[in-house]
């Protein structure tokens, strides 16, 4: 079974709710998917947008420390007691030491983490930290190189002793140069956490190979930071400024490189990340939130679903098993449901429906008490046509002999009883070959074959009636014999002919009836009977018509009554 | 210009010589002397200046002064002395003292003239605070009397900028 014929032959309650659940369902998805698409694209925007500010911040900030670090090197340079210190290196009792110790105190006063002093040429004297490389020449060493040539401040990105160092080079004039001061503020963690904590994004400051400061915490910065061979990937990237999505220690990070400019073997980078999943975690809340909502209204949509199915269905079922009733038969059934709407007018036609049946059953009942059920069912039907028709019909006569005798004999009521009695099984007889008792005749029945209801075999089907009607009345006689009554003699004369059928008479009394000659001559071969003393006799025109089951007897040809010439009748004696 | 001499012994007073501070600059820009020369160092403004020098021929200093209150100061080694202000750090001169009284400045434009030398043959040096050359290799020989000879030195020069304190610290370098 397909899911369209399973769809067919679904109750309309199911129906119902499954296209209300199907709706809310839809509405449900497509707000969550809208959501997530809207929500999610606009997430991404701010968080680009975030990394490219925090570049730009980044950016300036280094500038601006770069700046501040020139200033301070230039105020300390100018310093005449430092100048003073300075240039007792030329003397002859220069003492290290004491250098080395004002040194420190510059740099703790200015809030240096490195400060490096260098003769004229650039030896140097004091390097604070960096003990080692005391007596060094820093003329080759960016940017202290810069300064030495020209004889200004300059500053640069390098490398001391593995950390990373904004550094600024400035001679001490004396007034000729007498030194130069190095001062340095590192890139380290520290420095990248402060740039996270004003940024809010992580910050890394690597290199191909290298890692050298980072915001992340040092446990997760292997899983955080990529590895060289995604670096490679994203350092290619960073001309677009369109940042890459990496999936790092399971959480994607939107990242994006910017260049900084620094004296090391390989371009110095700045990877300033941000947690796209986080990014995008006021969506996850907001979609759980229209999930719990919609689920809710989606449990609401089914209740209501199925109140509402249960309110349209349950009186339609209610229709349903009263229109079962009324198939069975039940005319007497009526919908209970009272409502307003449709249904309620549904229920309303309905019952007014049935009601019109019952009525008509009851005038087909009525009807059939005093002419056949076929009459009433036809003239009901309208399959009797008001003006009339010429139909070839077969016409019975039934008639009781000695009923006089009779009607002294017996008192009133047991009369009544015995004809009605011997009626109920001439009609029985007549209507079981689907003829019609057209009319009582006091002790007799007029019966019609072929109208209404039209049987081409019509002669046979009265033969038979006559015949049924006979073996009905042996039964009957039989218990008259045991009562000890007079049992019952008839007559039952058939002819067949043309007649005109049609309803007849006036208007509030109309009745379907035959008229023509073949009636007259059927009342007249049935009053032959008395005559050659048979039961069942027949016209020629019958006999003509029969089969040769029908066991005929005698033939006679005799006069009637408005005939001129006499008319062939037969004895039917009975079936093989 | 000056005659490469030995260093001579200076007998009697010393003699003097000015560095005058005038609108806040050094006057003269450049001070040759005899070594065993006085300078004074008198402030003609009307705000104290803070004469000093690290250089290794002569460190000294004369803490904010005005006028002529400031001791003259005895330059008794051959070299080149780079003085300056404390408190105005683009006032700075050169003084630069010479194994010999016999020097000369030029002018503007480059010309000189040298007097007052017995007769006799000399060895020339020219000297420039920028000069590429070093000092002794700008040494040319003269011999006086020789009807006023006329010399001609030619000097490249760097640009002018601060410079290591000892490169200049000889004047033969």
Redesign the interface.
């Known amino acids: 079974m397909g899911p369209i014929d399973w769809w067919a032959r679904s109750r309309l309650r199911t129906k119902i709710f499954l296209a209300f659940s199907a709706l809310v369902l839809a509405v449900l998805i497509a707000t969550l998917g809208f959501t997530q698409l809207v929500v999610s694209r606009e997430a991404q925007r701010t968080l680009n947008r975030e990394l490219l500010t925090t570049g730009q911040l980044f950016d300036g900030l280094l500038v601006e420390r770069a700046a501040r670090l020139r200033t301070n090197s230039i105020l300390l340079a100018?310093d005449?007691a430092l100048?003073?210190v300075i240039?007792t290196h030329?003397?002859a009792n220069y003492d290290p030491a004491t250098l080395a110790s004002a040194a420190l105190s510059y740099k703790s006063r200015i809030g240096a983490e490195l400060l490096w002093i260098t003769?004229?040429?650039a030896v140097l004297l004091v390097t604070l930290p960096g003990g080692s490389h005391g007596g060094q020449s820093l003329a080759g060493f960016s940017p202290v190189k810069q300064a030495l040539e020209?004889?200004k401040a300059a500053a640069a990105i390098a490398e001391i002793d593995g950390v990373l160092f904004q550094l600024v080079a400035v001679?001490v004039?004396?007034?000729?140069?007498?030194g130069f001061l190095l001062l340095g503020q590192a890139i380290d963690d520290a420095f990248a956490a402060r740039l996270r904590q004003a940024a809010g994004l992580n910050i890394t400051f690597l290199t191909q190979d290298r890692v050298f400061a980072s915001s992340w915490p040092a446990q997760s910065r292997d899983r955080l930071v990529p590895a060289p061979a995604a670096r490679a990937q994203l350092l290619r990237s960073q001309g677009a400024q369109q940042p890459l999505l990496l999936t790092l220690g399971g959480e994607r990070f939107l990242s994006l490189v910017f260049p900084i400019d620094a004296r090391l073997s390989q371009p110095l980078h700045a990877l300033v990340q941000g947690s796209y999943d986080r990014a995008l975690a006021p969506l996850r809340a907001l979609q759980w939130r229209i999930l719990i909502i919609g689920s809710g209204a989606l449990l609401a949509a089914l209740l209501i679903g199925i109140g509402l199915a249960g309110g349209i269905t349950s009186p339609v079922q209610t229709l349903v098993a009263g229109m079962r009733e009324v198939l069975r038969g039940n005319l007497r059934y009526r919908s209970s449901i009272e409502r307003h709407d449709e249904l309620g007018f549904l229920a309303r036609s309905f019952n007014d429906m049935v009601g019109g049946l019952e009525e008509r059953e009851h005038i087909k009942d009525t009807f059939g008490r005093f002419v056949s059920r076929d009459v009433a069912e036809a003239v009901l039907s309208g399959r009797v046509p008001l003006e009339g028709e010429r139909r070839d019909v077969t016409i019975l006569f039934q008639d009781i002999r000695g009923f006089t005798a009779l009607s002294e004999a017996l008192d009133p009521a047991a009369l009544l009883k015995l004809l009605n009695r011997f009626f109920t099984e001439v009609v029985a007889a007549v209507e079981a070959e689907g003829g019609v008792v057209k009319q009582f005749l006091g002790d007799g029945v007029m019966a019609l074959f072929g109208a209404p209801q039209a049987y081409t075999d019509h002669p046979e089907r009265a033969v038979r009636a006559a015949l049924g009607i006979v073996n009905r009345l042996a039964g009957l006689n039989r218990e008259l014999e045991q009562q000890g009554l007079a049992t019952l003699q008839i007559g039952v004369g058939i002819h067949t002919g043309a007649v005109v059928a049609g309803l007849i008479g006036p208007d509030n009394r109309v009745e379907y009836g035959v008229v023509g000659d073949p009636v007259n001559l059927a009342n007249r071969v049935e009053s032959l009977t008395k005559e050659v003393r048979a039961t069942v006799l027949v016209s020629r025109e019958i006999s003509a018509r029969l089969g040769p089951r029908f066991v005929l007897g005698r033939t006679a040809m005799l006069p009637v009554k408005g005939k001129k010439q006499p008319i062939e009748v037969v004895e039917v004696l009975g079936l093989d | 210009m000056f005659v490469d001499a030995p260093e001579s012994t200076i007998t009697g007073p010393p003699p003097t010589a000015t560095m005058d501070q005038i609108n806040k600059t050094f006057v003269p820009n450049v001070l040759p002397i005899a070594v065993g020369t006085e300078v004074r160092f008198p402030n003609r403004d009307q705000i104290s200046h803070h004469v000093y020098s690290f250089s290794r021929t002569k460190t000294f200093e004369l803490p904010l002064y005005k006028g002529e209150s400031a001791p003259p100061v005895l330059f008794d080694k051959t070299g080149v002395v780079k003085i300056g202000c404390n408190i105005h750090d683009w006032m700075s001169a050169v003084i630069l003292v010479l194994p010999t009284p016999h020097f000369a400045m030029t002018d503007a434009d480059g010309r000189f003239t040298l007097t007052g030398l017995p007769p006799g043959t000399y060895t020339l040096l020219a000297w420039h605070e920028q000069s590429r050359e070093k000092t002794a290799d700008t040494a040319q020989r003269v011999e006086v009397p020789a009807n006023n000879p006329e010399l001609t030195f030619h000097l490249t020069l760097a640009e002018a900028r601060s410079r290591p304190a000892t490169r200049g610290s000889r004047w033969d370098q």
């Open positions: 100018s005449f100048k003073r240039a030329f003397e003769d004229e040429t020209t004889g001679p004039f004396g007034p000729d140069v007498i």
